[in-house]
């Protein structure tokens, strides 16, 4: 459902990747296929129930480390602060192509064979994971846009995912730890620390996930609910002009100017639509960036940044491979 009509170009396809198998690393290409509701085509992570289909990173984050071609395992690579993305938000590239922006991926030990402690120091700059809601081409030089909040978010948090996932669930069902981990986007090894935090959650989420052993009789849930969304929105989308960079100063200084406070500029904003003859102002005010991304622009504003957690520890011994899982 179409939630937000902000949108912004952002830049560009520096390089587009993918990687056919683990022990391999991404193969750069003139242009990969992405398939809707499944990945891009070739990739070892299409997968049609998986929230990490395709990778984003920043050329920035490359620079700021001082890391090697490759460091970050990428599937795209943008001239655009990735870090500032948020989940729930769609990228549109080329003439076709829209992702949706699932959550930030996890800074993990495959980092440090790149560079010393990258994985402690790369914070939200390690990538963005995301879904394809519609296929197409993606080339190196398509342009990105970005539209805010127009599908439903994922927590960086794997156990609000699985909150969230356990409690979309139909009544009757069950689903398996390794189905679980799967839709989640956490690894298998995962399934050995579920019951522990299940249980934690209480009965309402325990009961709904079982062992592969598991006799019980109820049907098996496989979770391609959570991706089945509507994506008739995006024609309509793909059409809105991308917002007017010359805008942003004008009305920033005007805000700074004014001294505004955020909850002044939102009054603004509604006073301007409930007035006859004024949405222009309204549309214009709207279409601000620095309204809705760099709040830190505006005056009296006490927002915090985006910071985003580090990856959960866990307690239990994970798989030899985890960290290559996760890569």
Known sequence: MLTASYNQ?????????????R??????????????GIGLEGDMH??????RQVLLASTSAYESFDLNPNSLRENLLLDADVSRLKSGGVLCIGSSVALWLMFQCEACGHLNVQKADLSKVIGNQRGMLSRVLRGGE??????VRYFELLMPSWSLDWRDRIRMI???????QVVEYKQLARIAGVPSGYCRVFPRVLKEM???????????RSQSTRPRWLGSELFNVSTNF????????????????HLENKMQKEDNTYAQVKHQMTKSLSD???????????????????GRSLKNDTAQNFNPKPYPEVSDALPSDYDSWLS
């Open 9 to 21: 170009d952002i830049g560009t396809v520096r390089d587009v990747k993918i990687r056919r198998l």
């Open 234 to 249: 995006i024609d309509g989308v793909s059409e809105i002009r991308s917002t007017p960079h010359h805008v942003t100063p």
């Open 23 to 36: 022990s391999v690393e991404p193969q750069s290409l003139p242009q990969v296929n992405a398939i809707s």
């Open 138 to 143: 993606i080339r190196p030089g398509d342009r």
């Open 46 to 51: 299409a997968d049609p129930l998986s929230p």
């Open 166 to 172: 356990l409690s979309s669930m139909p009544s009757g």
């Open 202 to 212: 209480g009965t309402g989420y325990s009961s709904k996930a079982v062992s592969v």
């Open 276 to 294: 006859s003859g004024r949405t222009e102002d309204a549309l214009n005010f709207g279409a601000v960036n620095v309204l809705l991304t760099k």
